[in-house]
Every structure is written in structure tokens, then in C-alpha cells.
């Protein structure tokens, strides 16, 4: 069975076509546990997202900050596995019928076998992965079995990333550019926002790709302000604290964030 890269381009295009950006929610599988973490996955699609990504779970995670962090050690202390991610990334697409990526450090896939979580992942369902520390230069073992599985291969780029950088990675990319504009760097809204228009720029001039933006965004009017330079606004911290807000209660934490995916959803389509 093939991935859905192709689900995945069509509601990127689908959304371009509607002049608006993306919604792109992300979730660790196995928070709050694993059948619970695909119920609040297909209430952020059902309220407004547009593509989820779905997280498996590290001890050691690079690029995450402490509220990711926190969702991360609640899902390994549940016990959480590979197979359960991609379990959780085949439920909600059957669910939802959305695309579903799968968010992951490179050691896991490497552990669990290259060629065999490809198959998997497209087996389930899933239109890719992102892979937020593999080097480009290291890629190809999974870009080909990516690309034999009809997967996605999301790179991530940075402000720090010199422009022939970006123009190597982006070439070996597919489904989207992930623009990550000073994660966990303190600093004021606006000039973080600054920086990612700068960062989408500088990346559209090397590729056709549509360019997605993860800045922290929590609200409508940040989403609204990103909506306007980039292709996609990815959201993540923000359904992860409504649902640890709600401290077990789950029916409270799905309403939660099924509100929080229109807000947003309104957000991307607001004019500014």
C-alpha cells in the first residue's frame, strides 16, 4: 500500500487555491495515552485543522520545549512504542481521512529499521515524515524508501540556515518545508515574526515547495499574522497545554482542543 504524499499536496494546493494558509496541528502519540491521544487528533481535524502531525515520543528531544517535553514523558511512562504511533497516525486518517505525518527524531527509525518503518508508516496510512536531525547529507536511505512507500520527506530549515543550505535541503525535500523560526529563543512576537517571514522568503527563491511555519503559534491573531507570509502555521504546544490544562478530565481536553483548532482555523483565513 502506497503513503498519501499525494493527500498531502492536494490539501496544501486546496488550501492555496482558497488564498489561505494551512492548518497543521501536532500531537505526541500516547498523550494522555494512546487511545485518547487519537480521539483529541481527530477532534483538532474535525474542528478546523487541515493536516496533523503526530509525534513519537523522545527522551532527548532536540527542537521540543518543556510543554512537548512534559506531553513526551507522560506518553513513555504510559509506555508508549513505535507501533503505537503508527497506529495512532492509521486511526485518525481512517477517522478523518485527512493527512496524517508522523514527527521523529532519526535514531528510532533507524533502530526500528529504515525499510520496514517506511512500509509501515504507508501501510497505516501516513503521508510522511519529519525529521527535524537528520542531515541532508545522511537522508538518502530514507528518502528512497520514502519515496518507494509514496511518502513524504519534510526537512527542517532554520534563520541560521546559510541560502545554499536551504537550496541543497529543499531540493532533497517533498510535501512541505518546515521553517522553524527561533524555537525556544526568548525574544518579542514580532521579531520572531520577522525573522520567519525573512526565513519563508529566503526559502521560497530555492524551491516550489510550500513553506510551513512552527513559531509558537497559540492564538488567532498569531495565526493570522504568519497566515500572511506562509503556506501552512503549525501548532503544537498550544493543543498540548489545553489538554494538560484539563488534568485527566478528557472529555474537557478533546472540547478543548477541538475550540482551539476553530480558533485558529479562523485565524488562517483572517485577512490582516
Not at 29 to 54: H, K, N, Q, S, Y
Not at 163 to 186: C, N, Q
Amino acid at each position: 500500500m502506497a503513503g498519501n504524499i499525494e493527500l498531502l499536496n492536494s490539501v496544501l494546493a486546496a488550501a492555496r487555491a482558497e488564498n489561505r494558509a494551512a492548518l497543521v496541528g501536532y500531537l505526541p502519540a500516547g498523550f494522555p495515552t494512546v487511545d485518547g491521544g487519537v480521539r483529541a487528533m481527530a477532534e483538532m481535524l474535525d474542528g478546523g485543522c487541515d493536516i496533523v502531525e503526530v509525534g513519537l515520543p523522545h527522551s532527548d528531544p532536540v527542537l521540543d520545549g518543556p510543554v512537548i517535553q512534559t506531553a513526551d514523558d507522560i506518553a513513555l511512562r504510559g509506555g508508549v512504542k513505535i507501533v503505537d504511533v503508527i497506529r495512532t497516525v492509521g486511526e485518525v486518517h481512517a477517522a478523518t481521512g485527512a493527512p496524517v505525518l508522523c514527527m521523529t527524531y532519526w535514531n528510532p527509525v533507524d533502530a526500528y529499521g529504515v525499510e520496514r518503518f517506511a512500509a509501515d508508516l504507508a501501510e497505516a496510512g501516513g503521508a510522511g515524515c519529519i525529521l527535524p536531525d537528520l542531515p541532508v547529507e545522511e537522508s538518502e536511505v530514507w528518502r528512497k524508501a520514502a519515496e518507494q512507500h509514496g511518502l513524504a520527506t519534510v526537512f527542517v530549515v532554520a534563520p541560521s540556515s546559510r541560502d545554499e543550505r536551504l537550496a541543497k535541503i529543499t531540493a532533497a525535500g517533498s510535501g512541505f518545508v518546515y521553517a522553524a523560526s527561533l524555537m525556544g529563543v526568548t525574544g518579542t512576537r514580532v521579531s520572531v515574526g520577522r525573522e520567519a517571514e525573512k526565513l519563508v522568503t529566503r526559502t521560497r527563491a530555492t524551491t516550489d515547495l510550500p513553506v510551513c511555519v512552527g513559531l509558537g503559534v497559540s492564538n488567532p491573531e498569531q495565526a493570522a499574522e504568519v497566515a500572511r507570509f506562509a503556506d501552512g502555521v503549525i501548532v503544537g504546544s498550544a493543543f498540548v497545554k489545553r489538554l494538560l490544562e484539563e488534568d485527566g478530565d478528557l472529555t474537557a481536553g478533546l472540547a478543548g482542543v477541538r475550540a482551539l483548532a476553530g480558533e485558529l482555523a479562523e485565524g488562517v483565513r483572517r485577512r490582516t
